[in-house]
């Protein structure tokens, strides 16, 4: 039961397409995880508040709408400012190819576009959770 | 009565009128490619059990519409052909809806951003990166006018796809109306209006249940009265479908959300038959030929049924349920997207097979981004060829009698009537919605479906078989940032400049009306618009009466 | 926050007494993963759970949004609030999808409200076995009140009196609630019965099962308090607020607090002294050679140990 891998799934922005987070945090609740979903219509503040009193891992950030430019690096951003840059972002959703390669180095760390199979997100959690500090 | 006098009663008694009206059409030949006249519908063979068939299908316009809501259906005249756009600013928006027409489209559906649907300004915090992606932003009557600049709107039928703040866009149409000079009964098109999918799949609320519920029957009231040609409401499974929804789910859900609407109006005292015939209904056409076309036979027979047995109406106009019909974006592929060309094909035949009054073809890039300019043309291309090529729109109904079809179509009506009875159980759809029922049914759907896919048990060419050959390229559209500091500036300008006084007085009416219950809204609404009060301060105003509703259920 | 043990669970410790969201987040997850880390936070931590309130009822209740709805009140009368809200782990994957948050979005950004989704990890209780020591963690964190939510499914609602001062249990009208209620024994473990939804048809006829029951206080001779609720647009809860605050005051005389608390460092004692004694003999590879102790021997000296060790620690001690 020892370092229990917790994760956010979370949906910044105003749209209310949820299907492919719902999927997701049901996905990773079935492979093993303690998946935390947020709801829709988070502010990347609220998001972040979020990540912090779960203490989660992993934050997954889901849209749809088109404004991750505006609205995955200020998670990123957010969460250094609180003390909390170890907590790993990744993102899925429409993200055009030259989006992806930018939020990359803004400090999303993995973009998964629509359709990905689940076993890709697992396999990006598994070796990355190798980097995180034990509890 | 045999069913050939019983052809003779129908084409003499229901026919005739429309083709004297409406005379069938002569661009398209009315025969098949090798010289084959068709018939206008084909019934079962001499010695059927008319009885029974007329029971089932009946005729072309005739109760239970099985067949279709008009007699001649294509024959007359083809469905509307209506793209779905919107993006960036209203002048943007205003050349692609005249693009649209150049191009042929015969009616203007309009996208909203974000903000808009869920009543904010482009200034507000919440539409930090939102402004203009989805849709065009509407802040202000400024807006509007800008988006129908040079398009007459007594010429063009206009859908627009606005829900919770769907009162305040309609009253911006009419007054835009009124500067053209154009009198509110010339005015057609649609409103979505459709707050219960929203809380139910499509996640664009704002006000709890019980104050939406009053606007959407203030809309009806404010329609037959006012505007005599327009849709107060198109009733969506559309987003139930996208959120994973069965078609059976889709069917069932949406035509609860129907009954909901119809009892609500009852109860604020309108008569059944002064707004059922202007209730619209949308659906989603998905890959499965078969089950699709059932659906939509079915759910036609269903609501005549509901109307005549539930609501003890006979007027034929609110029997037939009308529909627009947009192929699935849920179905579309970002693998390979060029293949979703082939996937919208199969789905626009079936609603076309299903007989839609009018529709929307995806592009092969919405599951990318938004759509370019070519994509859009590629996916009006494919109605048209449909249309004008295929020959399924030259007889009505041609998959009756298939003996697949009409099962299925039997099957889909018994499931989602299992549905039915027990959302009344739960004591009707507000309820259920309240409990999450609905909701839970979507979602183990939608996940059941990921599965196996994920398994292997479903399988989607491009994804999880045939994927070998590599993805296309295709040139997406790019995001821009532009119009966020244009849209602002915007909204800010309006403030300036118009009567401030005058603004704060329309609102402070609008408050006053929403605390009275039995307040009409829609007058006050108009009236707040007229004097350039934005989107926002009006939903603002609203919101401070009526609170927000806030999402509750759990994955 | 890694590296040299305790020096790193130092700097928790006093982040959490600095009552930094982060290092409160950090501690809570430290007492879930269990082990000697676990035992020296909480050592260092030294708290004292404030005022816990547990909401037990079946799934679909409200009890999120009574919870959120709680929180507003507690808020109001310038109280620091924490939530817990427990959710089952899967039996198959040992996974968990928490989602009781989402109903309480509307305290976002309120850094005066902490809400901690926790999983059950394998607890049948229903409540984890940390979560009794995350209240001692909030309570050092500052915060004035603590309320749980926990699964409310079968014998697991009991479980909530493990952990909480005050047990309400939420249901509603028109659902068969009483019915299942009562037969799953949660009639005895409630303070305070709650109608929410109580606009829904049928509240009536609830509340006269209620009444009807006699149901009591554990503990005590008092009637249990039965209350309406409409948790979704606030009504009663102003109410059900002041009574919860009036009857922890009154169970506190009544020196009914105090045995509850009692009873559960009892049984977190017996806890502590059953997972050693099992640690001991894994880790010593069973029991020693045969006829080397006797169990009459055995068990005086064993009594004389719990004596030196145990006997002056008071009663009054916390875990």
């Given at each position: 039961?020892?370092?229990t891998v ?5 949906k910044?922005?105003?749209d209310g ?5 719902k999927y997701i ?13 947020s ?6 503040e ?8 779960e ?8 849209l ?5 430019m505006?609205l995955?690096?200020r998670v ?6 609180h003390d909390?840059?170890?907590i ?11 989006d992806?390669?930018e ?5 999303v760390r ?7 199979p689940i076993k890709?997100?697992?396999?990006f ?11 | ?6 052809r003779?009663?129908?084409?003499r008694?229901?026919?005739?009128p ?8 002569r661009?398209?030949r009315?025969?098949?490619?090798s ?22 299908l009946?005729f072309p316009?005739?109760?239970?519409f ?8 294509y024959?007359?005249?083809y469905?509307t052909?209506?793209?779905y ?14 693009y ?7 009616g ?6 974000l ?19 989805v ?17 007459p709107?007594d010429r063009?039928s ?10 305040v ?11 053209q000079?154009?009198?509110r ?7 979505q ?9 499509r996640?664009?609320?704002i ?8 606007l959407?029957?203030n809309?009806?009231?404010?329609c ?6 327009w849709n107060?409401?198109?009733i ?5 479908r996208e ?23 009852l ?10 015939g202007?209730?619209?209904?949308f659906?989603s056409?998905?890959?499965d030929?078969l089950?699709e ?11 005549a ?6 609501f ?10 009308r529909?627009?019909?947009q ?6 592929t ?7 060309v082939v ?7 079936a ?22 300019e070519e994509s859009v043309?590629?996916?009006l ?5 449909i ?8 007889t ?6 298939s003996?697949?079809?009409?099962a ?9 009537r ?9 004591g009707?759809?507000?309820a259920?919605?309240?409990?999450g029922t ?6 183990d ?7 196996e ?27 821009r940032q532009?119009?966020h500091d244009a ?5 800010e300008g309006v ?8 603004a ?22 108009v009236?707040a618009?007229?004097a350039y009060a934005?989107?926002?301060?009006i ?13 509750h259920?759990?994955? | 926050m ?13 982040g959490?007494r600095r009552?930094r969201p982060r ?14 880390r676990?035992d020296?936070?909480?050592d260092?931590?030294?708290g004292t ?11 679909g209740?409200?009890?999120s ?9 507690a808020?109001e ?9 427990v959710d089952p ?18 305290h ?5 409200v ?14 984890s ?11 050092a ?6 309320f ?10 009991v479980?909530?009196?493990?952990i ?5 249990v939420?249901l ?5 609630d ?13 303070d305070?019965y709650?109608?929410n939804?109580a ?12 009444r ?9 001779e ?8 409409v ?6 809860v ?10 922890l005051a009154?169970?506190?005389?009544d020196g009914a607090?105090?045995r509850?608390?009692?009873?559960r460092v009892?049984?977190a ?9 099992r640690?001991?003999?894994r880790?010593?590879?069973?029991v020693?050679?045969?006829?080397r102790?006797?169990?009459?021997e ?13 006997g002056?620690?008071?009663?009054g001690?916390?875990t």
């Open positions: 039961m020892e370092n917790r994760i956010l799934i979370a910044p922005g105003l397409h949820d299907r492919g987070a945090a049901r996905a990773l609740r079935d492979a093993g995880y303690e998946v935390i979903y709801g829709i219509r988070q502010t990347p609220a998001i972040v508040e979020m990540a912090i009193q203490d989660v891992q992993f934050v997954g950030l889901s749809l709408s088109g404004a991750h505006a995955f690096p990123v951003d957010l969460l250094r400012e909390a840059g170890d790993v972002v990744f993102g899925g959703g429409i993200i055009p190819g030259p992806v390669y939020l990359q180095e803004a400090g993995a973009v998964f576009p629509p359709g990905t890709k997100v697992i396999d959690i598994e070796a990355t959770r190798q980097e995180l500090p034990a509890l | 009565m045999s069913l050939s006098n019983e003779s009663r129908w084409e008694e229901v026919v005739q429309v083709v004297r009206r409406h005379p069938e059409r661009d398209g009315l025969e098949t490619a010289g084959v006249p068709l018939e206008r519908v084909y019934l079962p063979p001499e010695g059927a059990d008319g009885a029974a068939y007329r029971e089932s009946g316009g005739e109760y239970p099985t067949r279709g809501v008009q007699p001649t259906m024959r007359g005249r469905w052909m209506r793209q756009a919107g993006f960036g600013t209203a002048r943007e928006t205003n050349e692609r809806f005249r649209l027409l150049d191009e042929g489209q015969t203007l559906s309009v996208a909203f951003d903000p808009t649907q869920i009543g904010y300004d482009s200034d507000h915090g919440l539409a930090l990166g939102e402004v203009g992606k849709g065009v932003a509407i802040d202000s009557l400024a807006d509007m006018e800008v988006l129908f600049d040079r398009i709107l063009v206009t859908s627009m796809t606005i829900n919770a703040p769907a009162a866009l309609l009253a911006m149409y009419t007054v835009v109306a009124e500067k000079g154009v009198s009964d010339s005015l057609r098109g649609t409103i209006n459709d707050i219960l999918k929203e809380y139910i799949a996640g664009t609320y006000f709890p249940p019980e104050p939406s519920m009053r959407v029957t809309t009806f009231r404010f037959a009265e006012e505007l005599p040609r107060s409401i198109s969506s499974g559309y987003h139930i959120a994973g929804a069965t078609a059976v789910q889709e069917l069932a859900f949406t035509l609860a959300d129907a009954i909901a609407y119809v009892e609500a109006a109860s604020a005292g309108l008569d059944i038959d002064a707004f059922a202007r209730l619209s209904f659906f056409a998905g890959s030929l089950e076309v059932a659906k939509f036979r079915a759910a036609r027979r269903m609501w049924r509901i109307m005549k047995e539930r003890g109406s006979d007027s034929p106009r609110s029997q037939a349920l529909f627009h019909a192929t699935s974006g849920a179905a579309l970002a693998q390979q997207p060029d293949n979703n996937r919208v094909t199969l789905h626009a035949l609603a076309v097979l299903g007989g839609a009054q009018s529709l929307h073809t995806n592009s092969r890039d919405e599951a990318l981004s938004l759509p370019t043309r590629i996916a291309r494919t109605q048209q060829i249309a004008l090529e295929s020959g399924v729109a030259n009505v109904d041609p998959l009756a009698g003996w697949a079809v009409e299925l179509t039997d099957e889909l009506e018994s499931r989602a299992e549905y039915l009875e027990r959302i009344d159980r739960e009707g759809m507000v259920a919605i309240g409990r609905p909701q839970r049914d979507i979602e759907a939608a996940y059941r479906y990921q599965r896919i994920e398994d292997h048990d479903r399988l989607v060419v491009g994804v999880n078989c045939h994927e070998g050959i590599g993805d296309s390229c295709i040139d997406v559209m790019g995001f532009d119009v849209q602002v500036s915007r909204v403030r300036e400049e118009r009567d401030g006084a005058a704060a007085s329309t609102l402070a009416a609008l408050r006053d009306a929403a605390r009275d219950p039995d307040a009409d809204l829609m007058e006050p609404i009236e618009v007229r934005t989107l926002g301060e939903c603002g105003a609203l919101r401070d009466e009526f609170g927000e509703y806030r999402q259920t759990v994955v | 890694t590296g040299g043990e305790d020096g790193a669970l130092g700097e928790i410790v006093d959490v009552r290092a409160i987040g950090r501690a809570i997850s430290i007492v879930e993963a269990g082990g000697p676990r020296t936070l909480m260092l931590i030294d759970p404030p005022p816990v309130v547990g909401l037990t009822g079946p799934p209740a409200g009890k949004t009574l919870i959120a709805a709680l929180v507003s009140a808020r009368a310038g109280k620091r609030v924490a939530v817990l809200a782990s899967s039996p198959f994957s040992g996974g968990a999808l928490l989602g009781d948050r989402l109903r309480m979005t509307r976002s950004g309120d850094t005066e902490f809400i901690r989704s926790m999983a059950t990890r394998g607890h049948g209780g229903g409540l076995a940390a979560a009794l020591e995350a209240t001692a963690i909030l309570g964190a500052g915060f004035d009140t603590v749980v939510e926990s699964v409310g499914v079968g014998q697991s609602e479980g909530i009196m493990s909480a001062d005050l047990v309400l939420v509603n009208p028109g659902t068969g009483e019915i299942q209620t009562l037969k799953a024994g949660v009639m005895e473990i409630g305070v709650i109608i939804k606009d829904l048809a049928g509240a009536d006829d609830l509340e006269r099962a209620l009807h029951a006699q149901l009591v206080i554990p503990g005590t008092h009637r249990a308090e039965i209350c309406r609720t948790a979704a647009d606030g009504t009663g102003p109410e059900l607020y002041a009574a919860t605050g009036d009857l009154r169970l506190d005389e607090l105090d509850r608390r009692r009873v009892t049984a004692w017996e806890q502590l002294a059953g997972d050693l004694l640690q001991w003999l880790e010593r590879g069973g020693p050679p045969a006829g102790v006797r169990f009459g055995l068990r005086d000296r064993l009594w004389a140990l719990m004596d030196e060790v145990l002056d620690t008071g009663t001690g916390e």
